[in-house]
């Protein structure tokens, strides 16, 4: 506990430092404050994870129920290590990063947004108490709105900022009402004094969907997911990569969290979370595949693997509920993997979008294209990182689907009824949810990275600084290395799933993990299997065209003469099939206008894919209510005195009412 | 440990390009032509390893590694394959999963590599490669969960190892599904007609053969292997399926095996003389078609 | 000089002439002798001149703070701003005090109602705290200028301290917050409100803060 408290005292007052101390050094305060503060937290989390909990710490608050609980068991030391392996190698990449993107703004608020984002995290995860626990996540949000809206010059940040600050502060009220009612029912705000045979199945009910709404507006679940697309995107791109990687995930964690503080879970729990998983991973993939700009991709693409973390939750609360304990144990364990997995992709692809926003000006993937050969360290990077997030082996994102798909599927194996249903729905949404991963990242990669620039900016693009590639070939290492280890890695989140099998009165899940561990193995054998193939067929080649002529050409133009790069398939056409086939869904609208006559003078085409839970739920909704309190309008005279009154008159009438 | 996976799968390398020799025959036989020899898959091998290479001027590095780890991801997939009665060399719950997912990982990097062409035909065929195999997946994967609930264990050794005869007459209807399934899954993932047709002579029609048509010399040479292996893998399941011949003498069960192989690939030749290929816009529909197949076995497979 | 009933009811006078000053200098001045007086009875609360130290320094700080440090930055805002001196009320001066008086007779009603954790130093504490709040809350509702407002919020601010004086020695979080109020009212107010609104708006009506409003649409 103690290291984890020095972490977080260095961190901020690296933040603190960067908004006092000389232009200069404003980063690498912050930066030196981020990355000894988190191998301080690194050192607390991995011995959490190792010899299970480490001593609590109370110190008593004068707020009203509140208390400084602090105490990191396994559960919250994984989630810390995603946060403190992602949070340094942001900032160090961060540092760099604005140095050259703020023009002219200082950046001494940005980083210590960004500390304060990261202790609001790290409280938020190692919060013992709900007043503590809300106070962190207030922070935390709170930071994350200064960092969202720091290029506030631009119309389109100031309006996803104001989403943003909306959309978490109404799931903020959820959780408030959430904790209110525990804190009724069980009669204490501390975690470790709520006792979950004490509240009713009904109201245990009720502070589960609190709590679905509450957590899944932050962690983005279709249909709270409205924030995620405009506010990721518009932060700078190392801080998308910390509220994409880690930020969202705190969503996660406190479900979690919940799920352990409230009675047995019935069945509907988990048919409710595979339904959402299935959702929102499916159309956040869809979704991610009509976008142009490739932040907002990345946004969507978080919204579909929060879709496939829930669903792995789902799945191992079915288990729970059948008592099966390998179907339990293989979602729970899929799920917390691809939380540490994704803030590992997620965060090497948010940085790989920093680097080409900021070597070719765009974002747009229409207007890229060809960067691989001017920027290879970043396309390399970029490519590991899409293939680990589609799912492929061997990389990390494999695995964690595996240990899902596995879940489900031992479900499926013996499950009748409602039970198969879910399982075999999960792994056939997964299924679909892989292969449109794939149409999507060979889109985005191909559409940045391949053929010829489509912009002039693209085509003079140059690699960016070695301060920015190293943090993304550290994520990408890191990709590769829980991709072929994972049998280690499952072997170390063990305490884990012994924490959680404890609190759903599973049986000690030694066997189980032993089972599933196995397979693993058999996964990364094939994975150096891989490796040796791809290496015997490159020799095989090398060997070959030994002495052989080797010559270059243009690309085969299929008899065509004068080629140039706007015939290229972009970005937009290479999604149009599916696109098209899922527009019922989508709502993709296309305007503009088409080559006519012979000698076709202009044309032009647009699409555009408006969100439909922002456009059909949303806008309504808000609508409506801005129709009813504009009935109100006329309280609102612009005179503070007026104002004054309210306050007064509230006051005395309270007052009045008390004193009666 | 017995010999029998690893002489199975030195075999299948070695037979996969037959496959292609026996569809051709068949067609050509329709056709009322004489067709090509049957061992023109190792002649056009050979003929390619033989020659140099040239690379286009836009490609990068992306380009070259599409062809060998497509060859490398379908060689590691075979291993997973039981073929002929024997359990796979590398078997264990989850490993369709495995096998699943290395297809896709052949199939992305043959996309990537497409796309680093830059030609306008490279990614027409890309686009529609990676919208009928992400439609094509839900199908694969269910088909598998019917298989595995059928035996009651997650491996595709076992799942496979259950099947017999005695199953087909005890629940044909189940198994038919699976199997009708599983071949149109086959018939789209190796590019064939209904779904792709690998002889047509325009650009703008072809899928999988207009991805690699930048490639040349060695290069080719690998996605021709890979091609083939593919088929073999996918075939291996098909036959798995629908010829579940277990007599326990290893060198029967795998000439029956090697036997219904050949017999699927003149299926495949009926197939592609008998039917025309589907509009590119029907092809999405027969795919969700295959996933509902293989939904329906999963439902009606007692666990 | 430490006779708490004294001090209160100079307390209580103050807060009329407030109510019934037309000039803004004087309610500057009333304010600072407010916060004079306010400093000499936490003294006379606590035994007078054997107070602890803790008590001295408090006292000492609130009375600085109050009584010189704020009168001064008012004065220099009014000479800064350049603003007529009059204060421009919705209220007029004779209807204020007379509201005055009505506030009076609520406070001390209150009072009687209250109910409070221990015993009292003296029985016109609570009223003349509760009176001195809702003389400071009317001053804020009733004055136009921007200044005014901040004198009223000081009054408020008054009005809670003394009210902490009511309480018993060990609950510092009230004395604590009259102090985070100071500070907010020192920084925020006076900086913010006065200097901009008098550069955008040549003037510290805060009339002018109308044309801010949303508009109906």
């Not at chain 2, 199953?167 to 038919?176: G, N």
């Not at chain 2, 999988?208 to 040349?216: C, N, P, Q, T």
Request: aromatic share 8%; proline share 5%; charged share 10%.
């Amino acid at each position: 506990m103690g290291a984890f408290l020095a972490g977080l005292g260095l961190i901020v007052s690296g933040g603190l430092a960067s908004v006092l101390v000389g232009r200069r050094w404003r980063s690498r305060a912050a930066v030196a404050g981020i990355v000894a503060g988190s191998l301080c937290g690194l050192v607390a989390a991995g011995r959490a994870l190792a010899g299970g909990t480490t001593p609590a710490m109370h110190v008593s608050w004068p707020v009203p129920y509140g208390s400084f609980s602090l105490a990191i068991d396994p559960l919250s030391a994984l989630f810390l290590v995603a946060l403190f392996v992602l949070a340094p190698l942001a900032a160090i990449y961060g540092g760099r990063y604005l140095e050259e993107e703020h023009d002219g703004r200082s950046i001494g608020g940005v980083w210590f947004f960004t500390s304060l984002l990261i202790a609001g995290i790290a409280v938020v995860l190692a919060a013992r108490n709900g007043v503590l626990f809300l106070v962190a996540w207030e922070v935390m949000s709170v930071a994350a709105y200064f960092l969202v809206t720091f290029e506030h010059h631009r119309d389109e940040v100031r309006e996803a900022g104001w989403t943003y600050l909306v959309a978490t502060h109404l799931g903020t009220a959820f959780l408030l009402a959430m904790f209110l009612l525990m804190g009724r029912a069980t009669g204490s705000l501390e975690f470790d004094a709520m006792r979950p045979g004490a509240v009713p199945p009904a109201l245990a009910g009720l502070l589960f969907c609190l709590a679905v709404v509450g957590f899944g507006t932050k962690a983005g679940l279709v249909p709270f997911h409205v924030w995620l697309p405009e506010a990721h995107p518009a932060a700078p791109s190392h801080v998308s990569a910390l509220m994409s990687g880690v930020m969202i995930k705190t969503g996660i964690y406190g479900l979690v969290r919940v799920l352990l503080l409230l009675p047995s879970p019935p069945a509907w729990w988990g048919w409710l979370l595979v339904g959402l998983g299935i959702v929102s991973g499916v159309g956040g993939v869809l979704f991610a595949l009509a976008q142009h700009d490739l932040k907002r991709l990345l946004a969507y693409h978080s919204v579909e693997n929060i879709g496939i973390i829930t669903l792995g939750l789902g799945v191992g609360l079915l288990g729970v509920h059948a008592g099966m304990p390998l179907v339990a144990l293989a979602g729970f364990a899929g799920a917390l993997l691809h939380v540490l997995n994704h803030a590992l992709f997620k965060g090497l692809l948010f940085l790989g979008a920093g680097a080409v926003a900021h070597a070719a000006g765009t974002r747009d993937l229409d207007h890229l294209g060809g960067l691989g050969k001017r920027m290879p360290w970043t396309a390399a990077t970029f490519l590991i990182g899409s293939a680990a997030i589609s799912g492929l082996p061997p990389l990390n994102g494999f695995v964690s689907e595996f240990l899902i798909y596995t879940g489900a599927f031992a479900a499926a194996l013996t499950g009748r009824g409602a039970v198969l249903a879910a399982a075999a729905a999960a792994g056939a949404a997964l299924a679909l949810i892989g292969g449109l991963a794939v149409a999507c990242f060979t889109k985005a990669f191909g559409a940045v990275f391949l053929g010829e620039a489509r912009s002039r900016r693209a085509a003079s693009a140059g690699e960016v600084a070695v301060a920015m590639r190293m943090p993304m070939a550290a994520l990408a290492v890191a990709c590769a290395a829980i991709g072929f280890g994972a049998p280690w890695v499952l072997a170390s989140i063990a305490p884990v799933l012994g924490l959680l099998a404890t609190a759903f009165g599973l049986p000690a899940p030694g066997p189980q993990i032993e089972t599933l561990r196995a397979a693993l193995t058999r996964v990364s054998l094939a994975s150096l299997a891989l490796l040796a193939a791809v290496a015997v067929a490159v020799l095989a080649r090398r060997l070959l065209l030994r002495g052989r002529t080797v010559g270059t050409a243009p690309t085969w133009g299929c008899g065509y003469a004068a080629p140039t790069a706007r015939m290229q398939y972009t970005a937009s056409s290479f999604a149009q099939p599916l696109v098209d086939l899922f527009r019922p869904v989508l709502g993709t609208a296309a305007s503009g206008t088409l080559p006519s006559g012979p000698f076709p003078a202009r044309a032009s085409f647009a699409s555009a894919t408006p969100d439909p839970a922002d456009r059909r739920l949303y806008r309504p909704l808000f609508a409506g209510a801005a129709a009813l309190f504009g009935r109100l309008r006329w309280v609102q005279q612009g005179r503070i005195q007026l104002y004054l009154l309210y306050l007064v008159a509230t006051l005395l009438i309270l007052l009045l009412w008390k004193v009666r | 440990m017995s010999w029998a996976p690893f002489v199975r799968y030195v075999l299948a390398v070695a037979l996969a390009p037959l496959l292609g020799g026996v569809i051709g025959k068949t067609k050509a036989f329709f056709a009322g032509r004489e067709g090509a020899p049957l061992l023109q898959g190792y002649f056009d091998l050979a003929k390619l390893l033989r020659k140099g290479t040239v690379y286009s001027t836009t490609t990068s590095w992306v380009f070259r590694a599409g062809p060998v780890v497509t060859v490398g991801a379908v060689a590691v997939a075979l291993a997973l394959v039981p073929m002929g009665g024997a359990p796979a060399p590398l078997a264990f719950p989850g490993d369709f999963l495995l096998l699943a997912y290395l297809l896709a990982l052949a199939r992305f990097v043959t996309i990537i590599a497409a796309l680093d062409t830059g030609s306008a035909f490279e990614g027409m065929g890309a686009s529609r490669e990676a919208q009928f195999s992400a439609l094509a997946e839900p199908g694969l994967v269910l088909c598998f969960l019917a298989l595995a609930r059928n035996a009651g264990d997650l491996s595709l050794s076992a799942s496979l190892g259950a099947l017999s005869f005695a199953a087909w007459r005890s629940h044909a209807a189940v198994l038919a599904l699976v199997a009708a399934a599983l071949f149109i899954v086959f018939l789209a993932e190796n590019s064939r007609v209904p779904v792709d047709d690998p002889t047509t002579h325009l650009e703008l029609t072809m899928i999988h053969e207009v991805m690699v048509l930048d490639h040349a010399g060695p290069d080719l040479a690998l996605i021709e292997a890979a091609s083939w292996l593919k088929m073999w893998v996918l075939g291996a399941l098909v036959v798995g399926v629908v010829v579940p011949v277990r007599t326990g003498a290893a060198v029967i069960d795998g000439g029956v095996f090697v036997v219904a192989m050949l017999l699927l690939g003149v299926a495949v030749g009926v197939v592609e003389s008998a039917m025309a290929r589907l509009r590119l816009l029907r092809v999405p529909q027969l795919l969700v078609a295959s996933g509902v197949l293989a939904a329906l076995a999963t439902a009606l497979i007692s666990g | 000089m430490f006779e708490i009933n004294t001090l209160l009811v100079g307390l209580l006078l103050v807060n009329f002439v407030l109510l019934g000053a037309s000039r803004l200098d004087t309610g500057v001045r009333q304010v600072a002798a407010q916060g004079a007086l306010l400093s000499l009875l936490t003294l006379a609360e606590h035994a007078g001149w054997g107070a602890p130290w803790r008590v001295w320094l408090l006292a000492l700080g609130s009375g600085v703070v109050k009584a010189v440090v704020f009168p001064h930055f008012l004065r220099r805002a009014l000479r800064e701003a350049d603003v007529r001196r009059e204060i421009a009320p919705y209220v007029g001066f004779t209807a204020s005090v007379l509201v005055g008086v009505a506030a009076l007779a609520a406070s001390l009603w209150l009072a009687s109602r209250l109910p409070l954790p221990g015993p009292v130093a003296s029985p016109l504490l609570v009223p003349v705290s509760l009176f001195t709040v809702l003389v400071g809350m009317f001053l804020l509702v009733s004055r136009r200028k921007a200044l005014t407002q901040v004198v009223g919020y000081l009054v408020v601010e008054n009005g809670v301290f003394c009210f902490g004086l009511a309480l018993p020695e060990d609950a510092p979080l009230p004395v604590e917050v009259g102090i985070l109020l100071d500070i907010f009212a020192a920084v925020f107010i006076m900086g913010i409100m006065i200097y901009q609104i008098s550069r955008e708006f040549d003037d510290i009506d805060t009339d002018r803060l109308t044309s801010l409003r949303d508009e109906a649409t």
